[in-house]
């Protein structure tokens, strides 16, 4: 079955030139014109990727992205796209939970590529040798996606469980805040990115840290990165 792709921009130019490049790709695609329609379409549908405009009538981009990872459709993957290509918009795109950014004027082919990049690194967990990683009372379903401590489910966006996954099946290794970035979001930012790092890693912690006060997993090494640690 075609994976669906949805577009949420009120471009409507730009809209069809990237549905006409999905289509030919074979991707079934969706098309929102504002923000209010956009947000109902990802909450009620089956995206395999939502890709986001950040300026939208009715609802503007930061507000979708942040009602999506804090809804049942949170692991959907979503590409910020931006007019604008301010450093500042990448990072709080980011940090928001968006998985990628894409900055206007783009090709359609560059477009389709970055769709294709994050289907294949979502699908990259569903054939994963490792079934679960379990250290004290935090356990990493990687079949089903998920994480646990002392059985809570943790309500995690994908990013944040991508950056424990990560580390937690690299236990003992030190990674800079740049290798994280490189490895969890799969491109290179400048170094004042790097700080999207450290708020997800700040939440990461206080959620395990709301069912477990007794262990912190994730280690800061100062002027370097981070590592998780195995007592």
């Known amino acids: 079955m075609a994976e669906q792709i949805l577009i949420i921009e009120d471009d409507e130019q730009v809209c069809e030139l990237v549905k006409i490049a999905l289509e030919a790709e074979g991707f079934l695609v969706d098309i929102a014109l504002d923000g209010e329609n956009g947000l109902s379409k ?6 395999a990727v ?3 405009d950040i300026m939208l009538p009715e609802k503007d981009g930061w507000e979708i992205c942040r009602q999506i990872r804090s809804s049942h459709v949170k692991s959907v993957p979503v590409i910020m796209l931006t007019a604008r290509g301010e450093e500042v918009d990448r990072v709080l795109g980011l940090e928001l939970g968006a998985d990628d950014y894409i900055t206007k004027p783009f090709s359609p ?5 970055r769709v294709k990049a994050l289907i294949r690194r979502s699908d990259s967990y569903s054939i994963t040798q490792v079934e ?15 994480a646990r401590v002392k059985k809570h489910e943790l309500e995690m966006t994908p990013k944040e469980l991508d950056l424990l996954i990560l580390l937690a099946g690299n236990a003992g290794k030190l990674f800079t805040r740049e290798e994280l970035l490189k490895s969890v979001w799969g491109f290179d930012e ?6 999207t790092i450290d ?15 007794d262990y912190s997993y994730i280690q800061t090494v ?8 195995v007592k």
């Open 109 to 113: 082919r560059e477009m389709v590529a």
């Open 132 to 146: 679960k990683l379990e250290y004290g009372n935090l356990i990493l379903d990687l079949r089903e996606y998920k």
């Open 42 to 47: 990802v909450l009620e549908g089956h995206y």
């Open 199 to 213: 708020e997800h890693i700040k939440r990461i912690r206080s959620k395990i840290y709301h069912f477990d006060q």
């Open 190 to 195: 400048p170094a004042g990115s790097t700080r």
């Open 222 to 229: 100062w002027g370097i990165g981070y590592k998780f640690e």
């Open 50 to 52: 939502v890709l986001l």
